[in-house]
């Protein structure tokens, strides 16, 4: 077992929680990942926690049907808390501690995020679970989870995806994509390929906080990444 990394922030994207549904959260993939993510805890890793909101609203899509861009994203933002309650949920269902923060104070439905506050809870032995992104419209939690990596100090930022890493191109539609064991952030620019926002990837590349892209919906993948196994695509 590797030591590699003490804390990790785990960023997984609203619609991976959908599982096999249209929308909305399906509870035996929410419980998959709470099992997955106790078993790190178990192995003494500290872990925050970012969770997107597009499997049930994005601002962008309602700005199509007439929403308020900055309303739309506000809606978007409480996606993430629902999502992020639904996980903490699960994982005490397992056994696992955690404590929900929000970017936007909304007491007492969780705690209004601090770094030092989040930081408290994952030394605790708690996952420290960040919504709201970053609170603010116009950006992503992929943004979110970039910046509040950066701020608990994680060693690493992984991002829980379908796919097994980043390929040339997207592996779902062509068929001759390959795929890259590691990328540095520069070459994620000029490639042109699409694993997060440009301001998320500029943000981990401008503060050194490397990425590892894995496909966390196979059980035990999220342990294996933890061991220093080389299953996804590290970018640095
Ligand atoms: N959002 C926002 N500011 C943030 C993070 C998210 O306004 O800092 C809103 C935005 O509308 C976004 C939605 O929340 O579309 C859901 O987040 P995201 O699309 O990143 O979720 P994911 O694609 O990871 O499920």
């Known amino acids: 077992m590797s030591n590699q990394y003490k804390?990790?922030?785990?960023?997984?994207?609203?619609e991976s929680l959908m599982g096999e549904?249209?929308?909305?959260?399906?509870?035996?993939?929410v419980n998959e990942y709470a099992t997955q993510i106790k078993e790190i805890a178990e192995m003494g890793i500290e872990i925050g926690i970012v969770i997107g909101g597009g499997n049930i609203f994005r601002g962008l899509s309602g700005t199509t049907q007439g929403v308020d861009r900055?309303?739309?994203?506000?809606?978007?933002m409480l996606a993430t808390v629902i999502n992020s309650l639904a996980l903490s949920s699960a994982l005490e269902k397992v056994g696992q501690k955690a404590r929900v923060f929000t970017a936007i104070n909304m007491f007492p439905i969780g705690e209004h995020y601090s770094k030092w506050k989040a930081i408290e809870a994952m030394q605790r032995g708690e996952i420290a679970i960040i919504s709201c992104g970053t609170g603010n419209p116009f950006f992503t939690t992929d943004t979110g989870s970039a910046l509040r990596g950066i701020e608990i100090e994680a060693d690493v930022m992984l991002k829980g995806t379908r796919v097994d890493g980043i390929y040339t191109a997207d592996p779902e539609k062509?068929?001759?994509?390959?795929?890259?064991?590691?990328?540095s952030y520069d070459e994620i620019y000029t490639r042109g390929l699409k694993v997060m926002d440009l301001t998320a990837t500029t943000l981990c590349k401008e503060n050194?906080?490397?990425i590892i892209v894995f496909d966390m919906d196979t059980v035990g993948n999220l342990k294996k990444v933890m061991s220093g196994e080389n299953i996804g695509t590290l970018v640095y």
């Open 7 to 14: 804390r990790i922030l785990l960023k997984l994207s609203g």
């Open 21 to 29: 549904k249209q929308y909305g959260i399906d509870e035996k993939r």
């Open 70 to 76: 900055v309303k739309g994203d506000q809606m978007g």
């Open 174 to 183: 062509d068929p001759t994509a390959v795929k890259f064991d590691k990328i």
């Open 208 to 210: 050194h906080l490397p």
